[in-house]
């Protein structure tokens, strides 16, 4: 296990520089998760969670469903209330009291499985409206922002599409376009390919392969291993709401550690 900051050691495995006078270690951390508990009713779906992420890393989150992955990303964009613990955002408690919460997910972007764009409004629209509503940009820039991230994920020809008028792939690539039309800090990926049809997958995990490149900082819930294992600087594994291991790829996909990690892996390969 390295990358829990109680190790003093962050996702990707370099050493956490200071550490606050409240124990946080959250200097070059963009995002601290520590000790977060989520639980409905009396199910309790997350069990102290701890990593953390610095500018840069790609964290892919694998794991059975029912293990909390979806719960974790929703915690961490407060679409759902954490139960306990802490979550900071360069170095901000985000459930501190007087947090706007609008002004933070602008930081912290969501692509969802199934694409949740607005079925009435264009391509461009859809990248536009954020941008016009929370950042509050002029209609021209707005625009022009929009359409920069459109060309980015290969939309440019789609702009004046409606998403009823668009494939699966085409429909994420907007999403996509849309939450980096925000100029989010982080980037949250929800199962991005599980909805799509197979020969869609590739355009979509081309696109996140691009952004990963260039140093975007995305956290990836996902069952693309080939994904994880050459993308992801640092995998986590999810059983039962708790980190059941986690490492870098090598680790993970060459020599997990942990019987669990072996027997979901094995039975993730032979389907
Ligand atoms: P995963 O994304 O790994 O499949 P989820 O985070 O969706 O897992 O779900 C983890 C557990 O939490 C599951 O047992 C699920 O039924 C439960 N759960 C998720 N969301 C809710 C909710 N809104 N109300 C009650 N239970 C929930
Ligand atoms: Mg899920």
């Known amino acids: 296990m390295s990358g829990s900051a109680r190790n003093g050691v962050t996702a990707n495995g370099s050493a956490i520089t200071s550490v606050a006078a409240n124990g946080s270690a959250i200097s070059g951390a963009i995002l601290e998760v520590r000790r977060l508990t989520k ?28 293990s909390g992955k979806s719960t974790l990303l929703r915690c ?6 954490p139960t306990g613990g802490e979550i900071f955002m360069n170095g901000d408690d985000i459930m501190a009291r007087g947090m706007s919460i609008p002004a933070y997910r602008a930081r912290v972007g969501m692509v969802f ?20 509503r929370v950042l509050h940009y002029d209609k021209r820039t707005a625009r022009q922002t929009a359409m920069s991230f ?7 020809p ?5 998403p009823r008028q668009l494939s699966g792939g085409q429909q994420q690539r907007v999403a996509i376009a849309r939450a980096l039309a925000m100029s989010p ?11 799509l049809d197979p020969q869609m ?3 979509v995990l081309a696109v996140m392969r691009k952004l990963a490149d260039e140093g975007l ?7 693309e291993m080939a994904f994880a294992r050459d993308v992801s600087s640092h995998v986590i594994y999810m059983q039962d709401g708790v980190i059941w291991e986690e490492g870098p790829p090598q680790q993970i996909f060459q020599d997990p550690q942990r019987q669990e990690t072996r027997d979901f892996l094995a039975r993730f390969i032979n389907g």
């Open 39 to 66: 639980s409905f009713g009396k199910n309790m779906v997350l069990k102290d969670i701890g990593f953390s992420v610095r500018r840069g890393d790609v964290i892919c989150v694998i794991g059975a469903s029912g």
């Open 201 to 203: 997958v590739g355009e």
């Open 185 to 195: 800090d982080i980037l949250l990926f929800d199962e991005p390919t599980s909805a």
């Open 158 to 162: 789609y702009i004046n599409a409606r």
């Open 217 to 223: 900082t995305m956290i990836v819930v996902t069952h």
């Open 76 to 81: 961490i964009n407060l679409l759902e209330i």
């Open 113 to 132: 499985q199934n694409f949740n764009l607005f079925a009435n409004m264009t391509a461009l629209k859809n990248c536009m409206v954020g941008c016009r």
């Open 150 to 156: 459109l060309e980015k994920v290969g939309m440019a």
